[in-house]
Nanobody, 123 residues
Framework: QVQLVESGGGLVQAGESLRVSCAASGRSLCTYVMAWFRQAPGKGREFVTAISRSMGTTYYADSVKGRFTISRENAKNAVYLQMTSLKPEDTAVYYC????????????????WGQGTQVTVSS
């Protein structure tokens, strides 16, 4: 079983950039498809992006396409989310998630989750 810990969240102004990280332990990340979800206050958990085990395939929500980039370093057992041109509507708790098998944008498909990191974008 893999354990996930996010870090790097914080308070930024609109238009700025931020990178959040997800560190894994327990098992090698190369076994898993990795994804980022987010949850804003009073809203459900929303898919942001996912990356295949081989890094050959990535998938983005329309709301972040062209602004966010997911990457992974299997050798470091880490996944990253680079966020640029941040908007106030990007404010949320960002969660790292892992699953075996195929890419998915559905949170119930992911059995492994981190505790989340808060990203706040001020206008």
């Amino acid at each position: 079983q893999v354990q996930l810990v996010e870090s790097g969240g914080g308070l930024v102004q609109a238009g700025e950039s931020l990178r959040v990280s997800c560190a894994a332990s327990g098992r090698s990340l190369c076994t898993y498809v990795m994804a980022w979800f987010r949850q804003a206050p009073g809203k459900g958990r929303e898919f942001v992006t996912a990356i295949s085990r081989s890094m050959g395939t990535t998938y983005y929500a329309d709301s972040v396409k062209g602004r966010f980039t997911i990457s992974r370093e299997n050798a470091k057992n880490a996944v990253y989310l680079q966020m640029t041109s941040l908007k106030p509507e990007d404010t949320a708790v960002y969660y790292c998630a892992a699953k075996v098998g195929l890419l998915s944008d559905k949170s119930p498909d992911y059995p492994y989750w981190g505790q989340g990191t808060q990203v706040t974008v001020s206008s």
